[in-house]
């Protein structure tokens, strides 16, 4: 199968359309393209091209990660805000869409509905790639898996466990991409926080294919035996008038040093997407402890969206 040519043109809005070895495909490419920055080897396979960075949200990580990976290859990024554009304000999703359509060769959109994002894919013509919206986050969850696979060599058939805001964008892309490449994933989250029916199902096709295991649970013995422990802050842009009622649904489920030694092993290693609220989601001691994986995981989020835009750009 030539993947160079299936990935050309693609957006990247959720990981359901994304076939496990297209997933493979840019995962592989993610660390060459890691290698090839350590060995100092910066290209120009963007050169000549543009990308329109569209946020409704603030980003350091995400925004940093398509700006320098673009720039640093020759691109031009233009960075846009809310403030800036007319987007869905003064003007329909569809007509911006259209206009950044004849303007860019793509398009990063970080915001509150993923209805927008899939607008942008639809009217525009050109790769639409999904820095956050409310429902997913798919950039980071290639990253996370990159950081996995960076541990403990290829992440199938090992075990993640999310444990926090079960229904959050972060938990939503992992569940999508675990059962795509084999992962057992288990969300440990309240019952008010259980990640919809409608999603798990769409996923349940995935996992017979990949032989990956999903389940949620309320009860943090959950952990036991988990390879990685995830976590992600309890109220997501958006959700701050929620801080009081998530603090007190989620502070059982902190991930500390007792979680840790929960998992029954000494080589579990910790996640988080970043960024971190010390002392609530997760605590110091284990954030910026020995297994803590959370610095590799930010870099690759450069790593990662660098591979994406060069497959989908068709920069190869
Ligand atoms: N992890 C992540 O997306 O970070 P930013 O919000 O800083 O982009
Ligand atoms: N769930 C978090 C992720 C931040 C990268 C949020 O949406 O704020």
């Not at 894919?121 to 986050?137: E, K, M, R, W």
């Not at 199902?201 to 995935?206: L, Q, S, T, Y």
């Not at 609530?280 to 610095?295: A, M, Y």
């Amino acid at each position: 199968m030539n993947y160079k040519t299936q990935i050309k043109g693609r957006s990247l809005l959720t990981w359901l359309d994304w076939e496990p070895e297209e997933i493979r495909f840019l995962l592989d490419l993610s660390k060459n393209v890691k290698k090839e920055s350590r060995r100092g080897k910066v290209k120009q396979r963007f050169a000549g091209k543009t990308l329109a960075l569209l946020f409704e949200k603030r980003s350091t990580r995400t925004r940093c990660s398509f700006e320098t990976a673009f720039g640093e290859e020759g691109g031009h990024p233009v960075n846009l805000s809310t403030a800036d554009i007319q987007l869905g304000d003064k003007e329909t999703i569809e007509d911006t869409a259209r206009v950044l359509g004849r303007m860019f060769n793509a398009i990063q959109f970080r915001g509150f509905k993923q209805s927008t994002v899939e607008t942008l894919a639809q009217f525009s013509g050109i790769p639409v790639y999904n820095g956050l919206t409310d429902n997913f986050h798919p950039t980071q969850a290639l990253a996370d898996i990159m950081t996995l696979e960076e541990n403990f060599g290829r992440c199938e058939g090992k075990t993640l466990c999310f444990v926090g805001d079960g229904r959050n964008n972060v938990a939503r892309s992992l569940m999508v991409i675990c059962s795509k490449l084999g992962v057992h994933f288990t969300i440990i989250t309240p019952r008010a926080l259980c990640p919809d029916e409608g999603l798990i199902a769409k996923c349940a096709p995935f996992r017979a294919k990949s032989g990956a295991r999903f389940r949620v649970t309320e009860d943090i013995s959950g952990v036991i035996g988990a390879d990685a422990l995830y976590t992600d802050v309890w109220a997501s842009m958006g959700e701050e008038d929620k801080k009081a009622e998530r603090t007190a649904l989620l502070s059982p489920y902190q991930v500390n040093s007792a979680l840790m030694v929960k998992t029954g092993r000494t080589d579990t290693v910790f996640l988080h997407c970043l960024p971190a609220v010390r002392g609530e989601e997760v605590t110091p001691h284990i954030l910026d402890g020995p297994q803590s994986l959370v610095w590799d995981q930010a870099e690759n989020r450069k790593h990662t969206i660098k591979g994406i835009m060069l497959a989908t750009l068709g920069c190869l």
